[in-house]
C-alpha cells in the first residue's frame, strides 16, 4: 500500500558522495520502520541501513563510518547519504518500509549506483 519512488542514484568516481532519496506515498511517521537495501551483480540482497520512526538507525559494519541515513518528515522521504565510496558500493540499492509491525513490506523499483574510476 505504502508506495515508494526512489531517486539520486547514478555514477561516481571512488571517493565520491551521492544522496538517495525515497519519497513515500504516506506519512513516513506512520511508518513503523524504513531501509535501504542493496544487491550487487551477483550476490545476495543485503541490509545496508535503517531507521525507525522514533529515530534510531542501524547499519552494517562496511558502511556505518560513511553512510547516513535520515528522514524529512515534513517532505515524506527517506534519505541515504553515501560519502567516500568504493567500487564495493557499487549496487542497485532498494528502498522498503514496513507500515507496520507484520505488515508486508513495500519495496521501490531500485536505483542503480555504480562507483567507477
Known amino acids: 500500500q505504502v508506495q515508494l519512488v526512489e531517486s539520486g542514484g547514478g555514477l561516481v568516481q571512488p571517493g565520491g558522495s551521492l544522496r538517495l532519496s525515497c519519497a513515500a506515498s504516506?506519512?513516513?511517521?506512520?511508518?513503523?520502520?524504513m531501509g535501504w537495501y542493496r544487491q550487487a551483480g551477483g550476490k545476495q540482497r543485503e541490509l545496508v541501513a535503517t531507521?525507525?520512526?522514533?529515530?534510531?538507525?542501524n547499519y552494517i559494519d562496511s558502511v556505518k563510518a560513511r553512510f547516513t541515513i535520515s528522514r524529512d518528515n515534513a517532505e515524506n522521504t527517506m534519505y541515504l547519504k553515501m560519502n567516500s565510496l568504493t567500487p564495493e558500493d557499487t549496487a542497485v540499492y532498494y528502498c522498503n518500509a514496513r507500515r507496520r509491525y507484520g505488515a508486508p513490506a513495500s519495496w521501490g523499483q531500485g536505483t542503480q549506483v555504480t562507483v567507477s574510476s
Open positions: 504516506v506519512s513516513i511517521s506512520d511508518i513503523y520502520v
Open positions: 531507521i525507525t520512526s522514533g529515530g534510531t538507525t
